[in-house]
């Protein structure tokens, strides 16, 4: 199927760094989402992206986040600082359209030590 | 607000049996209904989605997944499987108003004995 990209696979940070995570999405998609997993547990949101706007957002995404899909290259998740609790495997996605099925990518694997 | 439960949390069957995971759900409206699966390390698979027409919807490798309105579920079948079927499946549903927010199960995680 249609692949999505993230870089780096792996990142591991002191508390209170900064970190930008990179998701290369499916090329024709618009809409755009981070999903965030800590070890064993569900898949939980974190935020949808379309037109260059924060569609929706969870109580998970904190001040400390911010996505940006700057002139159709990387969507990038960017947290600072960051906190322990971010650690955690964050999850790319994208899909052509609203509720057209969600194509994800292999996950950025974050420890904030 | 959408919910979904996927009451079993591990499943084991043998190579070539059948196997059914199940997945609840509940809201009032309409509802998108998908099946991902995650092997050990990697990212979702989708397998199949469900909006509307034939509840019985068939996915890759043989998955299937029936949608039921009065049992509000949807639950995934394969006749036969195999070992490489062993992963974690996970469910969800996204509201029909929503921008495409997936909301996930739990997760039910199928094992395969030879």
């Known amino acids: 199927g249609p692949k999505v990209l993230q870089i780096p696979s792996h990142q591991i940070i002191d508390m209170g760094q900064m970190v930008t995570l990179n998701c290369d999405p499916v090329?024709?998609?618009?809409?755009f989402y981070w999903y965030k997993q800590i070890l064993g547990q569900q898949m939980e949101f974190l935020v949808n992206f379309y037109n260059g706007k924060v569609m929706e957002k969870s109580k998970l995404f904190k001040d400390q986040f911010s996505v940006e899909r700057p002139d159709g290259s990387y969507f990038t998740l960017k947290i600072q600082p960051t906190a322990l609790e971010d650690s955690a495997v964050y999850f790319c996605?994208?899909?052509?359209?609203?509720?057209?099925?969600?194509?994800f990518g292999p996950g950025t694997r974050l420890l904030v030590l | 607000t959408q919910t979904v439960s996927q009451s079993d949390a591990h499943v084991t069957v043998f190579e070539g049996d059948s196997v059914e995971l199940r997945c609840n759900y509940s809201y009032g409206g309409s509802i998108y209904l998908s099946w991902y699966i995650q092997h050990h390390g990697h990212g979702l698979q989708f397998l199949l989605k469900?909006?509307?027409?034939?509840?019985v919807v068939q996915g890759v490798n043989g998955f299937e997944a029936e949608f039921s309105k009065s049992d509000s579920s949807f639950h995934l079948r394969k006749a036969s499987v195999h070992w490489s079927d062993s992963a974690v499946y996970f469910c969800a549903v996204s509201a029909g108003y929503n921008q495409g927010k997936l909301i996930f199960g739990q997760g039910t995680k199928l094992s395969i004995k030879p």
């Open positions: 469900y909006y509307s027409g034939n509840p």
């Open positions: 090329s024709n998609h618009l809409y």
């Open positions: 996605a994208s899909s052509l359209q609203n509720q057209d099925t969600q194509y």
